[in-house]
């Protein structure tokens, strides 16, 4: 386990790792399109959204997409020059898209016929949020590298990449390292959130918590399907003329029917909610009547004057 303070940071540790193990010439990090694995030059290109590097090219050579969920696109890819596969088993800001569970399983196989490396970042996905510790155990694909951050602080800066021990060997002492990584404060929070995680069984009440708000949010008028996994959903929305995802957003923030619920227009027609893991009953609830009483207030035109 190596920990470093970030997200992308921890994705930075896993590419470096893919080409210590693959060694020059048998470097490339392949990715999917839709994906997000961080803001850093290399994290950046590794991120399956052309439009987000244009402004930023050159970028790091030694990174390629295939197509998402593409068992044939991928196997493309892989030619003799690819040390490892990185993927999202939720893509997070890609829209909520799970990863059929088949395709992570293609994937594994392969990886293993090729001798790639099976990367997972699971910063959004990892620590519990998906209804497992981490969302590629629910297709039970064993990895070679998973990077966690976000979850794992609880709000204290902290990211960490781990790694089969035969594949974290390839480093050699300096080939990584920073000078907070591992630092105390940041590891006893990251001790401390997961004892309260393991004592409250996040996984399984995330589980059970997004099973019900999936559930009821699959019936209010408006929802036009709910999609993710445990506590990361995607509420795609019944297209409203004049009002975007963005839009029932500002409504939620502003609290116009009620308490106020943090979300984002993760694309154009889709909420993405992703509540607290220890969210009550209750809270429950009370979110799902606030959204619905949003949505109830969205005939055409409406929230024009305040979403634009
Ligand atoms: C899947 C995924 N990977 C990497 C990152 C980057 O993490 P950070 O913002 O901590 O660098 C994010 C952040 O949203 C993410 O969702």
Redesign the pocket.
């Known amino acids: 386990m190596f920990f470093a303070n970030?997200?992308?940071e921890a994705?930075e540790a896993a590419i470096k790792l893919a080409r210590r193990f693959g060694g020059r010439g048998r470097h490339v990090v392949v990715s999917a399109f839709g994906s997000?694995?961080?803001?850093t030059l290399a994290t950046l290109h590794a991120t399956g959204q052309p439009a987000k590097h244009e402004v930023f090219q050159p970028l790091p050579e030694g990174f390629r997409h295939a197509t998402w969920a593409d068992v044939a696109d991928l196997e493309r890819q892989l030619d003799d020059t690819v040390a490892a596969v990185l993927l999202?088993a939720v893509q997070?800001?890609g829209g909520v898209n799970p990863a059929p569970a088949e395709y992570l399983r293609e994937v594994r196989r392969l990886c293993d016929e090729r001798g790639v490396l099976l990367m997972f970042?699971e910063?959004?996905t990892g620590l519990g949020r998906c209804g497992e510790w981490f969302a590629h155990q629910a297709a039970g694909v064993r990895p070679d590298v998973v990077t966690m951050?976000?979850a794992l602080g609880n709000g204290v800066p902290i990211?960490a990449c781990w790694a089969r021990e035969e594949i974290a060997s390839v480093f050699e002492p300096g080939d990584h390292a920073t000078t907070f990584g591992g630092q105390p404060l940041a590891t006893a929070a990251a001790r401390a959130v997961l004892e309260v995680m393991e004592a409250e069984q996040v996984p399984r009440r995330a589980a059970r918590a997004g099973g019900r708000l999936r559930a009821a949010l699959s019936g209010v008028p408006g929802v036009a399907g709910v999609r993710g996994m445990g506590l990361l959903l995607a509420v795609e929305l019944e297209p409203v003329e004049c009002r975007s995802a963005g839009d029932v957003v500002i409504d939620l923030l502003a609290g116009m029917h009620g308490t106020r619920i943090v979300a984002n227009a993760v694309t154009p027609t889709a909420l993405r909610l992703a509540p607290s893991l220890l969210i009550s009953d209750d809270e429950l609830d009370e979110s799902i009547q606030v959204i619905a009483a949003t949505l109830a207030s969205a005939g055409p035109g409406a929230g024009l004057g305040e979403g634009a």
């Open positions: 970030s997200g992308a994705n997000f694995h961080g803001r999202e997070g800001e970042d910063v959004q951050a976000k990211g």
